[in-house]
């Protein structure tokens, strides 16, 4: 029971992470295996997570929204008109995933549903002057949640760090 509270937890393992010195990853010839918290995947998981958690927490505190609603919001204010795939590559989600999401803001009222004029079965996605609003806000959400998680690099850290991950996001292919 005095385990703590979850996010505790985790920032405390991730304090003992980023202390333990980095060790080189042994070959397959080698006994022993790396720790899984070793591995970047494994961390980046974590930061994910940990970010996803928080992040959706202060979407519905502060604009009543769930993360996969937030997001499609922020990718429709910034990218309108979008179709329902361009929404999904745009917040990174699976087609399904915008597809509920878009339906879920329509029906909010902060997103018009028009006919594509090349696709019959196809639809537009822009937000409404109500969308509009709450897009600034999610935005400026953004911006903050960005500064709490990054906050602990330095500017030239943050650029640093942005690079690499271009470099790893390039590599792997954004999609997988």
């Known amino acids: ?25 042994p070959t397959r010839s080698s006994d022993t295996l790396p720790a899984l ?11 994910n997570k940990v970010s996803d ?17 937030a997001r499609c919001l922020a ?4 990218y309108a008109p979008l ?5 999904a590559r745009a917040a990174n989600l699976n087609k399904g995933q915008a597809s509920r999401s878009a339906q879920a803001l329509v029906d ?16 537009l996605l822009a937000p409404t002057r109500a969308g509009q609003a709450l897009y600034e806000r999610v935005v400026a959400l953004i911006a903050r949640r960005n500064d709490e ?9 943050q650029a640093q760090l942005g690079a690499m ?8 292919g954004r999609e997988g």
């Not at 509270?5 to 060790?23: E, G």
């Not at 990718?75 to 910034?78: D, F, K, T």
């Open 1 to 25: 029971m005095g385990q703590g509270h979850p996010r505790q937890q985790d920032h405390r393992q991730l304090s003992r992470w980023r202390a333990a010195p980095a060790t080189p990853m």
């Open 37 to 47: 918290e070793r591995f970047l995947t494994y961390r980046m998981h974590v930061v």
């Open 53 to 69: 958690r928080d992040s959706n927490r202060a979407y519905q505190e502060t604009c009543g929204l769930p993360l996969g609603e």
């Open 75 to 78: 990718a429709i204010g910034r």
């Open 83 to 87: 179709s329902v795939n361009d929404l």
């Open 108 to 123: 909010r009222g902060l997103v018009n549903k028009a006919a594509c004029e090349n696709d019959a079965r196809g639809v």
């Open 149 to 157: 998680i990054f906050g602990c690099l330095s500017e030239q850290e």
């Open 165 to 172: 991950l271009d470099r790893v996001i390039a590599h792997v």
